[in-house]
């Protein structure tokens, strides 16, 4: 296992107990998937998928570090990363469109959420109930469909998905397979 520090605003809940911003916490290689977007120097999936958009949109190829140093010589480049979080993590609804596929949907929920094939691959949802939320997943996926689900860090309860419990703070990332839902 590995050392890994949590970004301010985001916890781990692992063993039973809770990991807050800035406290280490030891993971695996598959909790390190799972958390990575909550750990200090690493680049969260929403924030590679505006990337991979904005990238996709203008047709060219920019890495972040790309950005900043043609947009930003000489600037703390840090502030753009922490910029870039904070609209991350302050989205209430958002809904980006691509061949009028729905691919993020940003939500808050106070009941049970049934999925479908035509959702939205990324599901940021808060949960502002005390009590556990149901995400039930599509009963006929197509092949390879693929969901990121994430429980806000502004959510009170959590979310209840494939026989897993989905913190706040924390994400699921699954696909099917043709016979079953794999996590990733």
Request: hydrophobic share 35%; proline share 4%.
């Amino acid at each position: 296992m590995t050392l890994y520090t949590i970004r301010t605003g985001f916890s781990v809940y692992k063993n039973g107990g809770r990991y807050s911003g800035g406290q280490s916490v030891d993971l695996t290689p598959a909790e390190f998937v799972r958390h990575k977007h909550k750990l200090e120097n690493t680049q969260s999936t929403v924030v590679q998928g505006i990337y991979s958009l904005l990238n996709a949109t203008r047709a060219i190829d920019i890495s972040f570090d790309d950005l900043n140093a043609d947009l930003l010589p000489g600037a703390d480049t840090g502030y753009v990363q922490q910029a870039i979080e904070e609209i991350d993590r302050r989205l209430d609804t958002f809904s980006i469109q691509s061949n009028n596929l729905p691919i993020i949907n940003v939500e808050t929920i106070s009941t049970d959420r049934q999925l479908t094939n035509g959702d939205a691959t990324i599901q940021d949802l808060t949960n502002p109930l005390a009590a556990s939320l149901n995400i039930f997943l599509p009963s006929s996926p197509v092949l390879g469909k693929k969901f990121l689900l994430i429980n806000e860090s502004a959510s009170v309860g959590n979310f209840y998905i494939n026989s897993s419990n989905v913190y706040p703070s924390d994400r699921y990332e699954i696909v099917w397979n043709g016979v079953r839902w794999l996590e990733i």
